[in-house]
């Protein structure tokens, strides 16, 4: 076989690549946005069934569904309630979940009742417009006491000082921290009830775009209840997933 036979040969290898590429994704990306989680093993589910571009903005749960419902998006992990399902026209599937915990000062870290830890409520409801609505939620179902600030000190350095401040532990928003707390910090397991913020994967209804539905099969397929069902656990009434 000659030099050029082989060039030849390899660019009609890398010509059928691509036709199969395209076949899997479609001929554009799936767009996809997020309000602060995505699954630890997304590329690995994602790149066997389609082409993802992932949006560099975080932005809050109920902007990503705005996005989704007017095309700028096709789909979003984020924090949906049913009645924006239904403002928007848009579906949503079970992705993820995480049972929230409270933060205190001193070294005490055995479980607090619901009732007896506070919820921070931001003046800014344009970036906490989500969390405000759970967490108001929380307090009248359990009882736990609303503390309003105007700081942003939902997450970061300025939650831990609350958290200093406050005579009860602070339930922590999902956006929280994650890292190591400092020295003078401990986690809390809220009990009674069990806390939870679901993550949902949306998009709008009608979609029919094969690479979109792939992916949402590949972001939810075998994901199951994650705790959220059991009879000791919390969601907000408006939870799209609560039975």
Not at 116 to 141: F, G
Not at 166 to 192: C, E, F, H, W
Not at 216 to 235: E, F, K, N, Q, S
């Amino acid at each position: 076989m000659t030099a050029v036979t082989a060039a030849q040969v390899r660019e009609v290898r890398a010509d059928d690549l691509q036709r199969r590429a395209a076949q899997i994704s479609g001929s554009e990306p799936v767009r996809l946005g997020y309000a602060g989680w995505l699954p630890a093993d997304l590329t690995a589910r994602i790149s066997p069934v389609a082409q993802l571009r992932t949006d560099a903005w975080i932005e809050p749960s109920h902007a990503q569904a705005a996005r989704v419902a007017d095309g700028s998006l096709d789909l979003a992990v984020c924090w949906g309630r049913t009645q924006d399902l239904e403002q928007y026209g848009l579906s949503a599937r079970l992705t993820g979940a995480d049972r929230l915990y409270a933060v205190a000062a001193g070294d005490d870290t055995s479980d607090v009742h619901a009732q007896d830890t506070a919820v921070l409520l931001d003046d800014d409801t344009t970036s906490w417009a989500s969390w405000n609505l759970y967490a108001a939620q929380l307090a009248r179902d359990t009882g736990a006491c609303v503390v309003r600030i105007s700081d942003g000190g939902i997450t970061g350095p300025a939650f831990f000082d609350h958290v200093r401040r406050s005579r009860r532990p602070i339930v922590n928003s999902p956006k929280g921290p994650t890292a190591p707390l400092p020295p003078d910090l401990v986690r809390r397991p809220v009990i009674a009830p069990q806390v939870y913020w679901t993550w949902s994967l949306l998009w709008r209804r009608g979609e029919q775009r094969a690479a979109v539905l792939a992916v949402m099969d590949a972001l939810t397929g075998g994901v199951g209840d994650l705790g959220i069902h059991r009879p000791d656990a919390w969601l907000p009434d408006s939870d799209p997933h609560k039975q």
